[in-house]
């Protein structure tokens, strides 16, 4: 087996749809230098998650296509395969999803997210089909924020698939009044990254997972072993790359092979 290098695009919001295309780039450009092997973004970091206090316009099909071809030519250029959270449309409704990129610039396709938030049911349509890529020796899944914390099923369907890496790219900010934390699964903290570490060690694969860098935010990014134990963190609010050596060795995805169907 081999070890692959990982970089979580632990970046601030975009200050505009045109800049999550420049700062994607950018990102990308940077995960080259240092490497990395993959890049994955938070969710939807293109056009930036919409919310009612942001008054986001729906991003439109011309100007999706174009980013889209913009982070192809970056992959390509960087020899990096990239996992970019975006919104897409599919027959003029609109998705949550990832575009995933292989290395020589090339378009692996798109995973949309299958289990809406309830919030979201009003903003995006649900997705159906689940997939699972490979990137040289690696092969990852994805599990797009709401789905992996609340549904376990959809890390294990990748792992059970051979996923050594699952991806949870998210969107988490806080809240008014909210724990701010310091200190990565603090126990005051709400429950989402020990759900990251318990994912991991209740599938034997890697879960590294992805949100934007702001201040007091609930969740950053991280990785976590397949024993359930926390590779790496990266600074609450701190904007950057966190680049993380995994050893595919570690990940046998023993535990979700394991599952006894009824």
């Known amino acids: ?36 092997h993959v890049i994955c973004f938070p969710e939807t970091f293109i ?38 959270g975006t919104e897409r449309i599919v027959q003029g409704r609109h998705r949550i999803s990832t575009l995933v ?28 089909e689940r997939h699972v890529y490979s990137a040289g020796p690696l092969t990852f899944g994805l599990s797009i924020c709401h789905e992996g914390w609340r549904y376990p099923e959809t890390v294990r369907w ?18 008014p009044g909210g ?25 034997t694969c890697y879960v590294a997972a992805v949100n934007f860098a702001s201040a007091g935010s609930p969740t950053t990014s991280a990785v976590a072993r397949p024993d359930g134990t926390l ?4 600074p609450y609010g701190v904007a950057g790359l966190l680049v993380v050596d995994v050893d595919l060795a570690a990940a046998t995805g023993l535990l979700a092979s394991r599952l006894r169907d009824y």
Not at 68 to 73: I, R, V
Not at 161 to 171: C, E, I, K, S
Not at 231 to 234: R, V
Request: proline share 7%; charged share 20%; net charge negative.
């Open 47 to 84: 056009p930036g998650y919409r919310t009612a206090s942001r008054r986001m316009a729906p991003p439109e099909a011309a100007f999706l296509d174009d980013a889209w071809a913009q982070a192809a030519a970056a992959a390509g250029a960087a020899g990096v395969t990239v996992v970019l």
């Open 179 to 203: 724990y701010r934390p310091a200190t990565f699964a603090d126990p005051a903290n709400t429950f989402h990254e020990k759900a990251i570490l318990c994912r991991a060690a209740e599938n």
């Open 1 to 36: 087996m081999a070890t692959v290098r990982l970089a979580l695009a632990n970046l601030p919001f975009p200050a505009s749809p045109a800049a999550s295309v420049t700062d994607a780039v950018a990102a990308i450009a940077e995960a080259g230098r240092t490497g990395a």
């Open 101 to 128: 990129v292989h290395a020589d610039g090339t378009v692996a396709g798109f995973h949309d997210k299958v289990q809406l938030d309830p919030s979201e049911d009003g903003t995006w349509e649900a997705g159906s």
């Open 231 to 234: 590779a790496a963190f990266q």
């Open 158 to 175: 990748a792992a059970r698939r051979g996923a050594q890496v699952v991806f949870l790219p998210h969107f988490h900010e806080a809240e």
